[in-house]
């Protein structure tokens, strides 16, 4: 057929159909992408709703922490120091206190000596548990190794530690993390798990500084989300968001806790 021999007004019709569809075609597309794009932006802000939600949960976790870590502290020393420290005024007002004999001044200052001893032995305590003299001096590998000699000294747990990692003295904030990690994860071990096994050990793993944490517990069920969520856990997870690491746990009844996390 000889495109001559077609009518110019099929020949223009024919245009405006092929132009029509190409037309609807490129709309169609504009609109597809249009919703793409729309539905891909939508997904990247809930996906930072949820990090800034995490990150605010971390944040709430902290401070709850520290202010509990403040009552804790003050309530030591309110009950204990406070009340050494008036036992030792009273005792130093009788001292003042005429017609006192020889015998009973000995004894008040004595009873004074006694009291200020244990003061001082306490106030140690509770500075050692803000930050162990150990670790400041010495590093995390020392630090880990009082940590577990303290743990053991109870005669309910034994603690195997391991280290293979040099630590960078530098990076003393950083390792304070890691030191309450374990701490936080010992005392889990101990108090919930009722653990008389505890293992750590430190390597690089994939050029990444790690801690493979395990114990024997009575361990709990790591599918239920529920189960992670208490406050120590709460405190570890943003340890590690701060360390930016990644942290793994397995767990199930009766067959203990393994923990596996990167610093």
Do not use: W
């Amino acid at each position: 057929m000889n495109v001559n021999s077609i009518p110019e007004k099929e020949v223009v019709a024919i245009i405006l159909y092929i132009s029509l569809f190409f037309m609807i075609v490129a709309v169609a597309l504009i609109v597809f992408f249009y919703f793409s794009r729309k539905k891909i932006i939508q997904k990247e802000l809930e996906k930072r709703d949820l990090v800034l939600a995490h990150q605010k949960e971390q944040l709430h976790a902290v401070i709850i922490t520290q202010e509990e870590e403040r009552k804790r502290i003050a309530q030591d020393l309110h009950d204990d120091i406070s009340s050494k420290l008036n036992v030792v005024s009273l005792n130093s007002y009788l001292l003042t206190s005429a017609n006192l004999t020889e015998t009973e001044t000995k004894e008040i200052t004595a009873n004074i000596i006694n009291i200020t001893a244990r003061a001082l032995d306490n106030s140690r305590k509770i500075a050692h548990n803000l930050l162990p003299p150990v670790f400041d001096k010495f590093g995390l590998h020392a630090g880990i190794e009082e940590l577990c000699e303290e743990f053991e000294s109870s005669k309910s747990v034994k603690v195997s530690y391991q280290n293979k990692i040099e630590f960078d003295e530098s990076e003393k904030n950083r390792h304070l993390h890691v030191f309450r990690i374990l701490q936080e994860l010992m005392n889990n071990s101990l108090r919930h798990g009722k653990a008389s096994e505890i293992s750590i050990h430190l390597d690089k793993v994939n050029g990444s500084n790690s801690c493979f944490y395990k114990d024997n517990g009575i361990g709990f069920d790591s599918k239920n989300s529920e189960n992670q969520k208490g406050l120590g856990m709460k405190n570890i997870d943003s340890r590690i968001s701060f360390l930016n690491g990644s942290i793994d746990i397995k767990s199930e009844i009766n067959k203990g806790i393994e923990v596996f996390f990167t610093f």
